[in-house]
């Protein structure tokens, strides 16, 4: 089992920043890659941002690309999201997720997920 849990969110204004960090915790060894996801009230999870856990490869959305960086810190388990020039349709809450297998990660086909944490993005 991987437990996850994000932290970060909060209230920002338009082209303001920022970071939001997923904790790892459990059987972490075989992470394949971490992925964030964000779902907008009356909308579907949709996919963000991805890494690959050993080889650190990142994969973006196109709405988000250039502006979201994520990273990772192999040695504390967590995963980043800096999040820039945020905007008003960047309000959702964001799901950190894990997965063990060798798959594609801009899919929701992950293994874990965390609770997820509130970005609000006011105009």
């Known amino acids: 089992q991987v437990q996850l849990v994000e932290s970060g969110g909060g209230l920002v204004q338009t082209g303001g920043s920022l970071r939001l960090s997923c904790a790892a915790s459990?059987?972490?060894?075989?992470?394949?890659?971490m992925g964030w996801f964000r779902q907008a009230p009356g909308k579907e999870r949709e996919f963000v941002g991805a890494?690959?856990?050993?080889?650190?490869?990142?994969y973006y959305a196109d709405s988000v690309k250039g502006r979201f960086t994520i990273s990772r810190d192999k040695a504390k388990n967590t995963v980043y999201l800096q999040m820039s020039s945020l905007r008003p349709e960047d309000t959702a809450v964001y799901y950190c997720?894990?997965?063990?297998?060798?798959?594609?990660?801009?899919?929701?086909?992950?293994?874990?997920w965390g609770q997820g944490t509130q970005v609000t993005v006011s105009s």
């Open positions: 459990g059987r972490t060894a075989s992470t394949y890659g």
């Open positions: 890494i690959r856990w050993n080889l650190g490869y990142t």
């Open positions: 997720a894990a997965r063990v297998g060798v798959g594609l990660l801009t899919t929701p086909s992950y293994d874990y």
